[in-house]
């Protein structure tokens, strides 16, 4: 099973989206053939927690060295 992230356009009255040459290739899908679709929407992130940390002003080595002298490795 591969799973793919495809994008949804309009097609007629409907809803279609298109398969990757390489997944029809490694999967070796041919024309007029039945295939299995598992779908789920994606999830976007939660708009009050992504980017609530842009005001901060943290130095990712200084946090990372104050992490490992805390550490026993």
């Known amino acids: 099973m591969v799973e793919i992230v495809a994008k949804?356009?309009?097609?007629g009255n409907s809803i279609g989206?298109?398969?990757?040459?390489?997944i029809?290739?490694?999967e070796k899908i041919g024309p007029d053939?039945?295939?299995i679709v598992e779908l789920r929407k994606k999830k976007t992130p939660n708009p009050k927690v992504?980017?609530?940390l842009k005001g901060w002003?943290?130095?990712a080595q200084k946090i990372k060295d104050e992490i490992r002298k805390e550490s026993d490795w």
């Open 50 to 52: 992504f980017g609530s």
């Open 17 to 22: 989206f298109r398969i990757p040459k390489e």
């Open 24 to 26: 029809v290739a490694l």
């Open 57 to 59: 002003k943290l130095d």
């Open 8 to 11: 949804t356009r309009s097609w």
């Open 33 to 35: 053939e039945e295939i």
